[in-house]
């Protein structure tokens, strides 16, 4: 108990002077100074003992002393026996101080480490806390004669000196009343001591006026009567009701009131199923009246919106709302049932506002809040992800605000069963984050808290955690039986009366609202309900408000426009030798590597030459291009600056003083800026935080990249539930890229795939572009297309690895310039045979195209074309149908490097075959070449590769 972490705490002030002085003294000689003291100073650990030789300052003997009344005069020199009786009995009652305010310091300590596993947090009263021995007196020494004598505090608590009952009285209001604060993880001495000052005292026992309450009951009024209206008009319909977890309401708009007048203009919102409908209605302000249309079915119909939509309890909205004669924005994010997934898409969309309102070092303008449930934050490695970012330099936005409205259970899962450590929110301290844990049934006591998480981050830029703990009054919707899995705690439930009541009573019998008054407020809402509900039968939805806003001018590409539409992404030549120029250009004195010295003056003379532009270089013209015509760039993923392949070297690196400089950022004076961020080793998070930022910022390319393309697996969801869908279910439109690396080169199973297939059966509706280049030139023209359509949507690549560095995938600046285009299928370029004569088409898509090349120049074959699809899907069909057309006497066939059931033969079977039959040839369905079908992607055995990647390429040649 003698340790470091009591000193921590007595080392404060006056204290550490005159413990430091006295423990000098003791280490110079242990019997100079009190036994006790000298046992004391014993039982001390190295780093206690550092602490104590660090300090420095004034003796705090006197004012001990003088703590307890003035000092006495001193008298005549007494006789040397009285004299030395006096000595020892004043050295008695100073060691007996110094240790009552060491010992209490060590209790109060405990309580700020310990107080809240005796805190009063679960309205059902069935989780009793446990008296822990850290916070009972006794552990330090003290009896119940101690409790009424004096002690010396310093001004810790607020008190100069008190007695231990006052000292306990106030440790357990502060942290074992309807709070408990866990805050001594953080290694902060501000945010901390920031904490202890708003914490200790309890001062939300009175923070709250009559006019205060009034505002809190209303907010609970419409919490508690928007489900129980919805409870009696739509019997049996899901809607994953907040009944149970009420406070969550006031505690929302509590965080938003308060962030307001700090500095926020705009606020995103993320959250679960649970308590939805009632934070679209009561606090981002959707109409009751289209809510109610929604549950009945009207309003809804195709004629009326645009997509498919989604199940209510799923979808978003937006408003702006007048806090204080501020308007601030606030919009709650469409998500599926994956429900933590949407997190990391909220504080990506709060990134790219705040990028946009050119906050980019406070990041205070913005601010996402994100509610989640306490299954779903233990549970969710998506979680962590989406903290573990908050303080990177590429991703973080000045902190967020997590909600926990904490049912204390999930499903049917018990805590027990679903997490390992004391609380739902423990992987919150792996960033430093306070956590409030907070009794749902005070709603003083949530608010309060509410307002110190949203002041705690306008302060100190950081994540924090608001852990509501309530209960779920009904199952995990509506129609299910809770009481299969936990009759305990549903019989307990039932007996329940609601937060609301509870809190009506209170401030009835203290005189603040009268039971009259709370029962009409109550009325008056429900008949605003019953009007709201009665309008809904006749209700209308505008038109949809998407493509407004930063989206105004863009247009929805629906399936009746043209698929292979040739949009404005060359560029002038002048322009393209601009940008050329920067990319090589280097500051004087500036030490760069000597082999990146080398493949800036080859890109330097392909650039002055026009000829030889590799993969890099042309993407970096796309890049440059846009910067010059005012769009910002953000690329994002693992090791993204340098590039995984050693290709990129976006950023450049001083040798000796490791600065950096990016070439791409130094093309004209006032340019937009290009940003490339390497991420954490994550994709699910990094991929949702990326689709956050496009789904903000329509005129910013926005490029995640998979160290390898097989990576994105990890981030699957994002993939299926936003990426491919949310346009469609939402009317939510992104223009975000995915860069893919793929190809096989014997890198074995899990380097060679981008599973191209997964991306190809989740296309239709025009919902995403899916891509797989040969040239340089094609891959700008791409990414610029990007921008310069009038709409957006996902691009998905297939990027090279082999031919970043190979010779024959090169483009010239021509390709690139005026008169130049996207190309949907690039048709045979080598010289063969008449096109009569030609007995087979070969058909493919990305690197295999060179491994065919090669091995029909070495063969010397002039009968057979090689057709490139560079465009899978929206599938190009009139560019397939002109390069095929000529060839009337060949055989059609594809060609995949990968195994039969994968790649993209299974999605383009059918589809050439369906081209074909338009055509006045030969051919009439194709045929496919490639690997035997196979379980695992690609092989792991160099030699075994080679021969497969042979017989492929020999039998597509028919040799």
Request: net charge negative; charged share 25%; aromatic share 8%.
């Given at each position: 108990m003698a340790g470091v972490d009591v000193l921590a705490t007595a080392m404060t002030g006056a204290n550490?002077?005159?413990?430091?002085?006295?423990?000098?003294?003791?280490?110079?000689?242990?019997?100079?100074?009190?036994?006790?003291?000298?046992?004391?100073?014993?039982?001390?650990?190295?780093?206690?003992?550092?602490?104590?030789?660090?300090?420095?300052?004034?003796?705090?003997?006197?004012?001990?002393?003088?703590?307890?009344?003035?000092?006495?005069?001193?008298?005549?020199?007494?006789?040397?026996?009285?004299?030395?009786?006096?000595?020892?009995?004043?050295?008695?009652?100073?060691?007996?101080?110094?240790?009552?305010?060491?010992?209490?310091?060590?209790?109060?300590?405990?309580?700020?480490?310990?107080?809240?596993?005796?805190?009063?947090?679960?309205?059902?009263?069935?989780?009793?806390?446990?008296?822990?021995?850290e916070l009972d007196p006794a552990t330090y020494g003290f009896t119940e004669a101690d409790m009424d004598r004096p002690i010396f505090l310093d001004m810790v608590l607020g008190k100069e000196t008190a007695t231990l009952r006052e000292i306990i009285a106030i440790c357990r209001a502060s942290y074992c009343g309807s709070i408990g604060v866990e805050f001594m993880h953080i290694q902060d001495p501000e945010q901390k001591s920031w904490i202890q000052r708003r914490i200790e005292g309890a001062p939300w026992l009175t923070a709250f006026d009559a006019a205060a309450k009034r505002e809190l009951l209303a907010d609970l009024t419409k919490a508690e009567g928007f489900e129980a209206f919805c409870a009696r008009k739509f019997v049996g319909t899901k809607r994953f009701g907040l009944e149970g977890g009420e406070s969550t309401i006031p505690a929302l708009e509590a965080v938003i009131e308060t962030a307001a007048p700090l500095g926020v203009n705009e606020i995103a919102i993320g959250m679960a199923h649970r308590g939805r409908l009632n934070v679209l209605v009561n606090v981002v302000k959707k109409p009751f009246v289209q809510v109610f249309s929604e549950f009945k079915g009207v309003g809804a119909n195709p004629d009326d919106v645009q997509g498919s939509g989604d199940v209510k309890y799923h979808l978003g909205t937006s408003v702006d709302v007048e806090i204080g004669g501020k308007m601030v924005h606030l919009s709650l994010q469409p998500n599926p049932s994956h429900l933590e997934a949407v997190d990391p898409v909220v504080v990506g969309k709060v990134r790219a506002r705040q990028d946009m309102a050119g906050d980019t070092k406070a990041r205070r303008s913005v601010m996402g809040i994100l509610l989640h449930g306490d299954a779903a934050f233990a549970g969710q490695g998506v979680v962590y992800e989406t903290l573990a970012m908050?303080?990177?330099?590429?991703?973080?936005?000045?902190?967020?605000?997590?909600?926990?409205?904490?049912?204390?259970?999930?499903?049917?899962?018990?805590?027990?069963?679903?997490?390992?450590?004391?609380?739902?929110?423990?992987?919150?301290?792996?960033?430093?984050?306070?956590?409030?844990?907070?009794?749902?049934?005070?709603?003083?006591?949530?608010?309060?808290?509410?307002?110190?998480?949203?002041?705690?981050?306008?302060?100190?830029?950081?994540?924090?955690?608001?852990?509501?703990?309530?209960?779920?009054?009904?199952?995990?919707?509506?129609?299910?039986?809770?009481?299969?899995?936990?009759?305990?705690?549903?019989?307990?439930?039932?007996?329940?009366?609601?937060?609301?009541?509870?809190?009506?009573?209170?401030?009835?019998?203290?005189?603040?609202?009268?039971?009259?008054?709370?029962?009409?407020?109550?009325?008056?809402?429900?008949?605003?309900?019953?009007?709201?509900?009665?309008?809904?039968?006749?209700?209308?939805?505008?038109?949809?408000?998407?493509?407004?806003?930063?989206?105004?001018?863009?247009?929805?590409?629906?399936?009746?426009?043209?698929?292979?539409?040739?949009?404005?992404?060359?560029?002038?030549?002048?322009?393209?030798?601009?940008?050329?120029?920067?990319?090589?250009?280097?500051?004087?004195?500036?030490?760069?590597?000597?082999?990146?010295?080398?493949?800036?003056?080859?890109?330097?003379q392909a650039i002055e030459s026009g000829e030889g532009i590799d993969w890099a270089t042309g993407e970096a013209l796309a890049f440059g291009t846009l910067l010059l015509e005012g769009h910002r760039v953000r690329l994002s993923g693992e090791d993204v600056q340098r590039g995984t392949f050693s290709h990129r070297h976006a950023y450049l690196i001083d040798q000796v003083t490791q600065a950096e400089y990016v070439p791409l950022n130094n093309i004209r004076e006032g340019q937009p800026k290009f940003e490339a961020f390497n991420s954490l080793l994550a994709e699910f998070g990094v991929l949702g935080y990326d689709y956050g930022y496009s789904l903000a910022d329509p005129h910013t390319l926005v490029l995640w990249e998979g160290q390898f393309g097989d990576f994105a697996n990890g981030a699957q969801v994002i993939i299926d539930q936003f990426i491919s869908s949310g346009e469609t279910k939402w009317l939510r439109m992104s223009g975000l890229v995915m860069l893919l690396p793929h190809g096989y080169e014997g890198q074995g199973p899990e380097h060679s795939s981008a599973r191209l297939e997964r991306y190809l059966q989740l296309c239709a509706e025009r919902n995403m572009r899916v891509c797989n280049f040969t040239t340089p030139a094609n891959y700008f023209h791409a990414l610029r297309r990007q921008l310069k359509a009038n709409y957006r949507k996902p691009l998905v690549l297939m990027t090279p690895k082999s031919l970043l560095r190979h010779k024959l995938a090169v483009s010239s600046l021509s390709e690139f310039g005026p008169g130049s285009a996207f190309r949907y299928v690039i048709p045979e370029t080598d010289a063969i045979a008449p096109e009569e004569q030609v007995k087979r088409v070969v058909l493919c898509t990305g690197k295999v195209y060179y491994d065919l090349l090669a091995e029909r120049r070495e063969k010397g074959i002039t009968d057979i074309a090689i057709v490139r699809v560079e465009q899978m899907y929206p599938f190009p069909r009139n560019s397939l149908a002109k390069a095929l057309a000529p060839y009337r006497n060949a055989e059609v066939v594809w060609c995949q490097e990968e195994p039969e059931n994968m790649g993209a033969w299974t999605f383009m079977d059918r589809r050439i075959e369906k081209v074909l039959a338009t055509l006045d040839i030969k051919a009439k369905r194709p045929e496919f070449v490639g690997r035997e079908e196979a379980a695992s992607p690609a092989t792991g055995l160099a030699r075994i590769h080679q021969q497969q990647q042979e017989a492929l390429v020999r039998a597509a040649l028919g040799l």
């Open positions: 550490a002077a005159y413990l430091a002085d006295l423990y000098a003294r003791w280490a110079e000689k242990p019997d100079s100074v009190d036994p006790s003291m000298a046992e004391l100073f014993a039982a001390l650990n190295d780093e206690a003992r550092a602490v104590l030789t660090d300090a420095t300052g004034a003796s705090w003997a006197p004012r001990i002393r003088g703590a307890f009344g003035p000092e006495p005069e001193k008298p005549a020199a007494p006789a040397k026996g009285a004299k030395a009786a006096a000595a020892a009995g004043d050295a008695e009652a100073t060691r007996r101080a110094v240790l009552d305010s060491l010992r209490a310091l060590m209790l109060i300590r405990s309580y700020r480490v310990r107080g809240h596993l005796e805190a009063q947090l679960d309205p059902l009263g069935l989780s009793k806390p446990k008296p822990h021995p908050s303080q990177l330099i590429g991703y973080r936005t000045g902190g967020t605000v997590h909600i926990v409205t904490n049912n204390q259970i999930g499903f049917t899962t018990v805590a027990a069963h679903a997490y390992s450590g004391l609380y739902c929110t423990d992987v919150a301290k792996a960033i430093q984050a306070p956590i409030l844990h907070v009794n749902g049934d005070d709603p003083e006591a949530v608010v309060f808290c509410a307002r110190m998480a949203a002041e705690f981050r306008m302060q100190f830029g950081a994540d924090v955690v608001l852990d509501i703990v309530c209960y779920r009054r009904h199952g995990h919707n509506e129609s299910d039986e809770p009481a299969f899995t936990q009759p305990i705690m549903y019989n307990r439930i039932r007996e329940m009366r609601t937060t609301r009541t509870l809190y009506a009573e209170r401030l009835a019998r203290e005189g603040s609202v009268p039971a009259e008054e709370s029962k009409a407020m109550y009325d008056a809402f429900n008949a605003q309900l019953e009007e709201a509900y009665e309008a809904a039968q006749s209700f209308k939805p505008n038109k949809a408000d998407w493509l407004e806003g930063h989206w105004s001018g863009l247009k929805s590409a629906t399936a009746g426009e043209e698929v292979e539409k040739l949009h404005d992404t060359a560029v002038p030549l002048d322009t393209l030798r601009e940008v050329g120029a920067a990319l090589c250009r280097i500051p004087e004195g500036f030490n760069i590597n000597p082999k990146i010295a080398r493949q800036l003056e080859a890109k330097k």
